[in-house]
């Protein structure tokens, strides 16, 4: 199965697939250990940051060899691409997915760009993401707070988003309806009868949910359920547990310099967490 038909199989049955940020060799161990012990479908992603630190040939081998050598449903996506050079690299260098974020853009900017992505990623077969409203916050761990002001100025609106769509031909929308880039103090909660509204009038459209990391697992259940969310992206909650584990490990194992021996620790810190991902998200067991 492709990963058009595997969200496909996600909105019929109302699951949701996880995408996991990359940005180091042991968040990709972890993910791919998961996704194996859990027997879950998963997509790794990279932003195009991530993606310049790995090198583009380097992931596309990494994730082929994973696929190979663990059996695993593993689907490769570019996230928040911010330039049509940058998706049609990923294009060409052998992504499944591809998400174009042209939302800092001016609107006619948005919409020709994407209007120029989408048939080259569909002549491939691949997806593609797409999003007109810009996601407030950024993916770290934030001491201070957010205000609902600003998340509500990248809320997005239906029709608006139905125009963009029906024009586009995009295969996944990103969604904005109070979720959120990083882990805030108090998180906001998100609005569902949004979300609802969203889903009316894109009923044919996969929908995905950013800034998935420290929303609360009921709000996620009810993303999933009520607003047929199919794509959930989680980021900084592996970066907090990639540095609060390995902040740990190098503690306890002061006189240790061959870094790969105090890892283990990290990918499985790491790899519960995505675990935990999983079973809400509902896509356990069904690879």
Avoid: C
């Amino acid at each position: 199965m492709n990963a058009k038909e595997w969200l496909e199989k996600a909105k019929d049955e109302g699951f949701a697939i996880g995408a996991f940020n990359v940005d180091n060799l042991e968040i990709f161990k972890a993910v791919v250990a998961a996704a194996k012990n859990k027997k879950s479908p998963v997509i790794v992603e990279f932003s195009d940051s991530e993606a310049k630190y790995f090198g583009l040939a380097n992931i596309v081998d990494l994730v082929q060899n994973a696929r190979e050598t663990e059996g695993v449903s593993l689907f490769l996506n570019l996230d928040h691409g911010p330039d049509k050079e940058n998706v049609e690299a990923a294009i060409d260098a052998g992504f499944e997915m591809v998400h174009f974020d042209g939302a800092k853009k001016p609107y006619e900017e948005n919409l020709r760009i994407t209007k120029e992505i989408v048939p080259l990623a569909h002549e491939k077969g691949l997806t593609v993401e797409a999003e007109i409203d810009h996601i407030a916050g950024s993916s770290t761990v934030h001491k201070e707070q957010i205000t609902i002001e600003e998340i509500k100025q990248g809320f997005t609106n239906p029709e608006r988003a139905k125009k963009f769509v029906g024009e586009t031909g995009i295969d996944i929308y990103a969604a904005f309806f109070g979720n959120v880039h990083g882990v805030f103090p108090i998180m906001p909660k998100v609005d569902l009868e949004l979300l609802k509204k969203i889903r009316e009038v894109l009923p044919n459209t996969f929908l995905s949910m950013h800034g998935g990391s420290g929303i609360s697992d009921e709000q996620v259940r009810q993303a999933i359920q009520v607003g047929g969310v199919v794509k959930i992206n989680i980021n900084t909650e592996l970066r907090q547990a990639f540095r609060v584990s390995l902040e740990k490990a190098l503690r306890e194992n002061p006189d240790e310099y061959a870094v790969y021996k105090i890892m283990p620790a990290v990918i499985s810190a790491i790899q519960s967490v995505v675990e935990h991902k999983i079973d809400i998200f509902g896509s356990g067991g069904k690879a």
